[in-house]
């Protein structure tokens, strides 16, 4: 048997997170069409004929800023190219920018074999327009590989999937037969929450908030949550709960939803907007909500 470690790391949005679910078939980590949606090091194990491959989701590598939690998630993204086996650089096939070449520079210092993904690649209707992008990239640095796919639309996973396998140490399993998920469920209905934020919320809002699970029962086929969104200013509080209370029941009922069909049980799940100042750039707050090295 075979089992190994890859990180997945890049750039904000170029689907890093969705590669990850893609390849363990279950969505282990939120999605959103903003950058910085992943927060945390997700862990998602695939477990195949040959073993197994956990795979680490980053943070997007992002320029620096001052605040602590954007320092939090960058670290996160930095630590997680420490002891694998394999790291991808995901990039958006036929958009390589400056946040793009940075990563590339990071990864200077990295000695597990790196493959690259172009992903989105379902946005070419002609596949031909792909190879001068390959051929643009392949010289960039040493690649294990280079892998055109679409992580959406489940173009090339596979192909992918084996070729990582294939280059994992002999090893016994690493997580037990059928764990995907290293998280707990009351991170994944704090996550799930966020994701429907995200989605949801425009511009600078999504930064600015976290959520937390408050309280998590289980009685029988019932599941009773509540978790608290965040933020840190009323403004904000006003525009997340929304008029009448519009924003907020319609985050509680698709988060719901989701969780219902993810556990097949009935879930109860209310939903609370409180208030933290500055709670982005301090430490014990950050400690508080789960963001800790
Ligand atoms: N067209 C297309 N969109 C994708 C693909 N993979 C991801 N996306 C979209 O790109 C956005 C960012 O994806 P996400 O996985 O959150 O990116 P991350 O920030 O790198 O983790 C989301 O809107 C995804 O639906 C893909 O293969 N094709
Ligand atoms: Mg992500």
Redesign the pocket.
Known sequence: MRSGIVAIV?R???????LLNALVGQKVSI???K?Q??RHRIQGVLHGEGGQIVFVDTP?MHRASPKALNKFMNDAASNSLHDVDVALF?VEAGRWTDEDQAVLERLKTVTAPVGLVL??V??FSDKHALLPIMEKLAPLREWAFVMPL????GANVNVLAKQLMDRMPEGPPLYPEGQVVSHDLGFTISELVREKLMRSLAQELPYALTVETEALEKEGNLLKASAVIWVEREGQKKIVIGEDGSMLKRIGTTTRRELESMTGGKVFLKLWVRVKEGWTDDPKALTRFGYEG
């Open positions: 890049g904000p949005n170029v689907g890093k997170s969705s999605t959103a069409p950058p949606t992943t997007g995901v992903n989105k379902d946005k679409s992580a959406l639309k």
